[in-house]
């Protein structure tokens, strides 16, 4: 090695090394091959090189120089300045050394080259990598779980800001709330000088979402965090998401068309209007690549429901346009994405319903109209933004739905015969097991604790206490649905089956050798507990 680095010495201090320049260059392999030179010498440069990386601990040595050659060529690399070229080397000589120590080399070679390539013109994070060695294993690290890290990290260079931070900022939960107060400051800084403030708020907020949930996964993929706490995050964000996307949203029709109004018993009421979650949102279990599925409701009523602006409007045109509003500033592509996809068909009367329910209507449609699988649903609804009367109402009545007195033959019947057509209309197309609807999945525990909770809720209050499926689960436990080791056993499968869900969003490797066992735990607790289907 010495041999080969004494033979390109010359021929290297000649290339980047300025006449009057008095300062000590090292010459060690890579600061050598990186400089390149003339054939003979570029030759013995790449032996060098070869000899090193062998030494250091790559395996394929010669894909890797291969690979190394074309990065060092890269056109994004050649229109830097001196300076930044020498920094951008010593970068990747560190990196490159540290490459080393990780499994599937020329895989993570190839995506750390791609975020260097999307770097190359941004020397302050240049420069905080070569400052921060520490960072540069986090990024390595998550680079090497997957490529959804590394894919994010080309596109959006300043979810590096995330990796900069230190590991003790890592394990505190963020300040979302203030962290998106000072977005929305600089924004309206902003739109008053450009006019564009929707567009502004809606790449704002899906920019602040990228780098929320990255920090998220992040936290996930450093500290195997439970997936408890990663739903936990992923929920707080949409939740604090929607409260302002409704504020905002409401304040914008209030500017176009006044203040909803109505006079109910001879009195003045201000109405007001809300959101609740269903599904994943709604039990507090979003993962990576959940959609929202909300409704909305509103306490309009009794006589002259109008807003009270020049171009006044009936309060239910009023109510939909802010519901149009939210639902356009969710789902909208914008030049940064969409923020959630967002699903309303679960509100009073699906499709064909009206977009935005009086609380009255959705009352009198859950106890008159709503199936046992819309009550299934209801378990799992929570409200996420909006009035406190509203949010008292809704509770009022989620808690005389679900605790009704129910025939329990026929309950279980309808679960199973609903759970059956979901299977059968949501089957599994190809090999291997759909954590989500195949027989022994989530959907199967979701489905046995659900008419667990609509079978006992009249007797025991407390099942109807919470929305999380796990936290239901010790609840029915102590209702005598779930016996003790059952309850350990489908508690088990759902957080594992919940995991692998999240990562293979994040497409990371996850052990997946225990997937038989925990299925046929479920199905042996659901053979147990659910009647078979009649004929």
């Not at 890269?74 to 990747?92: C, H, N, V, Y």
């Not at 979650?277 to 909300?294: F, H, T, V």
């Not at 009550?375 to 609804?381: N, S």
């Amino acid at each position: 090695l010495s041999q080969h680095q004494g033979s390109v010495e010359r021929v290297f201090r000649d290339l980047v090394t300025p006449e009057n320049e008095n300062r000590e260059t090292r010459l060690t392999p890579f600061a050598l091959f990186w400089a390149g030179g003339s054939e003979d010498a570029n030759t013995s440069i790449i032996e060098a090189f070869s000899v090193f990386l062998n030494e250091t601990g790559f395996n394929d040595v010669e894909n890797i120089v291969s690979y190394l050659v074309q990065l060092r060529e890269a056109p994004q690399f050649k229109r830097l300045t001196e300076d930044s070229q020498r920094k951008l080397a010593q970068l990747i000589e560190s990196l490159v050394e540290k490459i080393a120590a990780y499994p599937q080399q020329e895989i993570l070679l190839d995506r750390v080259g791609r975020i260097l390539k999307a770097l190359a013109g941004r020397k302050i994070y240049i420069s905080l990598l070569i400052e921060y060695p520490a960072t540069q294993l986090q990024m390595l690290t998550l680079c090497a779980a997957s490529e959804w890290f590394a894919e994010r990290l080309v596109k959006h260079p300043v979810l590096l800001d995330s990796l900069l931070s230190t590991a003790e900022v890592f394990r505190k939960r963020y300040d979302i709330e203030q962290l998106l107060e000072l977005e929305l400051a600089r924004i309206e800084s902003v739109a008053g000088r450009t006019g564009d403030e929707l567009e502004l708020q809606m790449d704002r907020f899906r920019q602040f979402k990228r780098q929320m949930v990255f920090t998220i996964a992040m936290l996930d993929v450093f500290y195997a965090e439970p997936v408890e706490s990663v739903s936990d995050r992923l929920t707080e964000l949409a939740n604090i998401l929607l409260e302002k996307i409704l504020h905002l949203s409401w304040s914008a029709m209030v500017e176009k068309y006044g203040e909803p109004a109505c006079i109910i018993e001879g009195e003045l009421f201000r109405p007001a209007m809300s959101i609740v979650a269903y599904g994943k949102m709604g039990g507090n279990e979003l993962g990576y690549g959940s959609d929202l599925d909300i409704i909305f409701l509103h306490n309009s009523g009794g006589e002259k429901q109008y807003t009270s602006g020049e171009r006044s409007v009936d309060n239910q045109h009023f109510f939909a346009r802010v519901a149009q509003r939210v639902i356009h500033f969710l789902n909208t592509h914008t030049y940064s994405g969409i923020l959630y996809e967002v699903d309303t068909r679960l509100r009073p009367d699906g499709q064909a319903g009206l977009m935005v329910s009086s609380i009255h209507a959705f009352e009198v449609y859950q106890h008159e109209k709503a199936w046992s699988w819309e009550h299934q649903a209801l378990i799992r609804a929570r409200f996420v933004a909006g009035d406190a009367l509203l949010e008292q109402e809704f509770a009022r009545i989620r808690s005389s739905v679900l605790r009704q007195e129910r025939d329990p033959a026929r309950l279980l019947q309808e679960v199973v015969v609903m759970r059956e057509k979901m299977r059968d209309h949501l089957a599994n197309k190809t090999e291997g097991f759909d954590v989500k609807q195949d027989s022994g999945g989530l959907i199967d525990i979701e489905f046995m604790t659900q008419a667990g909770v609509l079978l006992h809720a009249e007797k025991y209050g407390s099942c109807i206490r919470h929305t999380a499926t796990l936290a239901l689960i010790d609840e029915l436990t102590k209702a005598g649905w779930y016996g003790p080791d059952d309850a350990a056993n489908i508690a088990d499968a759902y957080r594992y089956f919940r995991k692998l869900k999240n990562w293979h969003n994040l497409e990371c490797e996850i052990d997946d050798s225990d997937i038989s066992l925990h299925r046929e735990n479920v199905a042996s607790v659901w053979g147990r507990l659910m009647p078979r289907k009649e004929s």
